[in-house]
């Protein structure tokens, strides 16, 4: 069985309600997804994991958040199956800023699947966006 751990960075639960929706895809396709919220617990060893999933928020102005950078530094290595996804808002910012903290963690992993863009809430529509993305995510990790 594949293991996954799925980090998330969370303001207002768009990020943590993305990464359930992530998990409970894996787990039905016979993987075991462990949340971990960043900067609430402590890190757990990456090294136990056969994929590593980073979620989170855009801040400022495109910007990674702070909690999310210091737990690419506990974790101290880059792990060679990472993916990411975001959440955002384009109202703020407008498709320049979209989850533009995504893009730039999955060009820091040099993830090998472009980075899940999430509208806000993965409810409505974009729920079959994250399930088509997690399939893709899956065939990788199973390679």
């Known amino acids: ?3 996954v751990l799925i980090a998330y960075a969370t303001y207002s639960g768009n990020t943590l309600e993305t990464a359930e929706l ?3 895809e894996l787990e039905a396709s016979g993987c075991r997804a462990d949340l971990h919220r960043i900067g609430a617990e402590r890190v757990p060893d990456v090294s136990h994991y056969d994929a590593l999933i980073v979620g989170s928020f855009t801040w ?4 990674v958040p702070e909690e999310v950078k210091d737990f690419i530094l506990d974790v101290g290595y880059k792990p060679p199956r990472v993916y990411v996804f975001g959440t955002g808002d384009t109202q703020f910012g407008g498709d320049d800023l979209f989850c533009r903290a995504a893009v730039k963690l999955a060009r820091f992993y040099e993830s090998s699947l472009p980075p ?3 509208e806000q809430s993965p409810r409505g529509v974009q729920e ?3 399930r088509k993305w997690a399939a893709g995510l899956l065939e990788d990790v199973r390679v």
């Open 1 to 3: 069985m594949k293991r």
């Open 22 to 24: 992530v998990a409970g």
């Open 116 to 118: 899940l863009k999430v």
């Open 60 to 63: 400022a102005e495109g910007s």
């Open 128 to 130: 079959a966006r994250v």
